[in-house]
């Protein structure tokens, strides 16, 4: 298997893991998110731990597919392939600082009931997670998939019907942020669901691919051609193209 089949598969392996762990993170989270201050059952703390945990499986995911792609988007474009791996780098930080709220509200429920102040800190820290959970899982992943989409459109690493979906889901997804910030709706609601959809098929749909039939081994050649000004200064031009 050549290295770039090795790449295609990785990455595809962690666009799968993203999704499955930010499904699994979401559902789990729910229960302590959305009780009631107060100590939580046993089944709610193991609920919140496990969801702490597939975030944190999310954040690995994240910051992986940012890594594994970097070195053949920047055969072609460099400061996109740059661009990319930073955006994911700051979506994985935003998610973590929410999993550090999830896991710092549970400590206060669990350790501080009677103490003045609790019940405000419960608040603000269930806020903090929902403002992480919109400003990376939204915002941060629109920006990043619309550079790669973009990056994958021009290439051809991909099917272009593929990077499309990248493309409109991204734009897409952002513009759900900015009307969940001035509250048009509830980010887990029906229309922010609905209007999520784009995103999350482009995702599976690179993934499926990236993991079946991996890049486009022609253009991934052609992609190598901007570097071949590094060759001996002698070389004539059609050796450079071969």
């Known amino acids: 298997m050549s290295s770039d089949r090795r ?81 994911r780098l700051l979506e994985a930080a935003v998610i973590t600082v929410g999993v550090l709220s999830v896991l710092t509200l549970l400590t206060l429920r669990r350790e501080a009931m009677g103490v003045e102040g609790v019940a405000g800190a419960d608040r603000a820290l269930v806020a903090l997670h929902e403002w992480t959970f919109l400003l990376g899982p939204n915002v941060a992943l629109g920006l990043n998939t619309t550079l790669l989409a973009y990056a994958m459109y021009r290439s051809r690493l991909v099917p272009r019907f593929i990077a499309l979906l990248g493309l409109v889901g991204g734009p897409l997804i952002c513009a759900s942020g900015v009307a969940v910030m001035f509250g048009a709706y509830e980010q887990v609601s029906v229309t922010g669901s609905a209007l999520a959809v784009p995103v999350f098929a482009w995702e599976v749909a690179l993934a499926v691919r990236l993991i079946v039939k991996g890049f486009d081994r022609p253009r991934v050649g052609a992609a190598d051609a901007p570097h071949t000004a590094l060759a001996p200064a002698g070389a004539s031009a059609g050796a450079l193209r071969a």
Do not use: H, K, N, Q
Not at 39 to 58: N, Q, R
């Open 7 to 87: 790449t295609a598969v990785a990455a595809g392996v962690l666009f799968l893991v993203t999704e499955i762990a930010a499904i699994g993170g979401l559902a789990l989270d729910r229960p302590v998110l959305d009780g009631a201050p107060g100590a939580p059952g046993p089944d709610a703390v193991t609920s919140a731990l496990l969801g702490a945990l597939c975030e944190l499986v999310l954040v690995a995911a994240v910051i992986g597919t940012g890594v594994v792609l970097y070195p053949v988007v920047r055969r072609r474009y460099e400061a996109m392939a740059l661009g990319y791996a930073c955006l």
